[in-house]
């Protein structure tokens, strides 16, 4: 799993993300992504690959996006994979 740099628009924080599955079965991968930073600014979002899973060898990239009723989005702010799991299939 691999965690890009975030970008900031306006209000909002976006994380990339990008699942690989390195192994030799279907895996359906959880993983839950907290972003913070100045002003008090806290988000946390979860995500699932779904219920079909990751195929070996293939990757999921997706993005989160993090917003902080009223709290403006940090210039710098501090991306933390807070949990991760994964669930083989077949």
């Known amino acids: 799993m691999a965690v890009f740099s975030p970008v900031r628009s306006g209000d909002e924080i976006t994380v990339p993300v990008n699942i690989t599955n390195t192994g030799t079965k279907r895996m359906v991968y959880r993983v839950e992504v907290r972003v913070t930073g100045a ?52």
Do not use: H
């Open 39 to 90: 002003g008090g600014f806290d988000a946390t979002r979860s995500m699932e690959t779904g219920t079909v899973g990751v195929y070996p060898g293939a990757s999921w990239p997706t993005e989160l996006t993090f917003t902080d009723p009223g709290k403006l989005a940090p210039d710098n702010p501090q991306v933390t994979i807070v949990r991760s799991s994964t669930e083989v299939l077949g």
